[in-house]
Each structure stands twice: as structure tokens, then as C-alpha cells.
């Protein structure tokens, strides 16, 4: 499978799924109550759902940049500075859904073959702190991108379901519906 057939989708469905656990905080809550979510945390020393919303779109931006072989663009610094500051300024959830609809139109406008390069290609992965990783494009993906972006989306879905929104497995995984054999479907 390519690179590119294997990120795509996956980024997308779970940010989509991202944004419906979003609105279904929304629907369930009062709006100062859901606007507080934001600023929820599992524990003290991690950062809030607000960030992690943020670098789960982060893990897509840099994934599909690096991949490319391109330069991180500047807003992808902002968007970082906003996830490291939202302990302070959590911002808003239409913020919170812009940045997953701006990663989700990122992903929409990739050519079929845009991350396809050779799985043995070097990548080389700096971290803040000054740590470098040698990958391989295959070990990278596997072992970061999507590594890196399911920690971030499932510590948000775990601070919401903390914080009483009601979520499920079937909001976890709406996007498997799609192959459900209807007449296999639980009834009531």
C-alpha cells in the first residue's frame, strides 16, 4: 500500500470523527460548559484538549510536509505556539473545528501519489529538544506520524468522555459503517 493510500484516509476519517466528538460536546453541554472543555485536562503535567486538538492537526501537517520533502510553512510555527499556549488561551471550538477543517482541506487537495516515495527513503526527524531520529519513510509513518497522531486524538477523546460528553465506540470508528452489511445492523 502507498504511503499516501494509508495516510489519507486514515488522518482524515479520524479527524472527521475528531470534529463529530467535538460537535457532540456541543449538542450535550451548555455552551459555556462545552467551551470549558477546552481547557480540560487528564492530568495536571498534560496539556489540555485544546492542544491536543492542535498538534493532532500538527501530526498531519508535518507528516505530509516531510513526506513531500518541502519546508514547514510558518503557520505550522503558529500553530504549534498555539497549542503550547492554549493552557492560557484555549481559544474557541469553532477555532478548535477551523484547524481540523484546515488539515482535512490539506488532505483533500494532495494529489493521489503526493506522499509516494520509496519506503526505504531517509528521513531525518528532529525533535524541540534537540533528539534526532534516522528513519526510514515506512518507519517513520509506522512509527511516528501515525504513532503521534493517535496519541493526540485519543488523549482528546479521553478527556471528553472524562469530562461526561458521551461518546462511544461507534463514535470512535463511525467511518467503518460505510461496510456494514445493513441487514447485520442491531435493531432498537
Excluded at 139 to 147: G, N
Excluded at 162 to 180: I, N, Q, R
Aim: glycine share 4%; charged share 20%.
Amino acid at each position: 500500500m502507498s504511503l499516501t493510500k494509508f495516510l489519507v484516509p486514515t488522518y482524515t476519517q479520524m479527524l472527521k470523527a475528531l470534529s463529530a466528538w467535538l460537535s457532540k460536546a456541543q449538542t450535550q453541554m451548555p455552551n459555556a460548559e462545552a467551551e470549558a472543555l477546552l481547557s480540560a485536562r487528564i492530568a495536571p503535567d498534560m496539556f489540555p484538549l485544546s492542544t491536543q486538538i492542535r498538534f493532532a492537526c500538527v501530526q498531519v501537517y508535518e507528516a505530509v510536509f516531510r513526506l513531500k520533502g518541502e519546508a514547514f510553512p510558518a503557520f505550522l510555527d503558529e500553530l504549534l505556539d498555539e497549542g503550547r499556549n492554549a493552557g492560557e488561551q484555549p481559544g474557541t471550538l469553532a477555532d478548535a473545528q477551523s484547524r481540523i477543517d484546515e488539515a482535512i482541506a490539506l488532505l483533500d487537495s494532495l494529489a493521489p501519489d503526493a506522499l509516494d516515495k520509496d519506503p526505504g527513503t531517509s528521513i531525518v526527524h528532529e525533535l524541540p529538544n534537540g533528539m534526532i531520529f534516522d528513519l526510514t519513510a515506512e518507519q517513520y509513518v509506522r512509527d511516528w506520524a501515525i504513532a503521534q497522531f493517535y496519541f493526540h486524538l485519543m488523549t482528546a477523546y479521553a478527556i471528553l468522555r472524562s469530562e461526561k460528553v458521551e461518546l462511544g465506540k461507534a463514535d470512535y470508528v463511525a467511518h467503518m459503517f460505510a461496510y456494514l452489511r445493513p441487514e447485520t445492523m442491531p435493531r432498537g
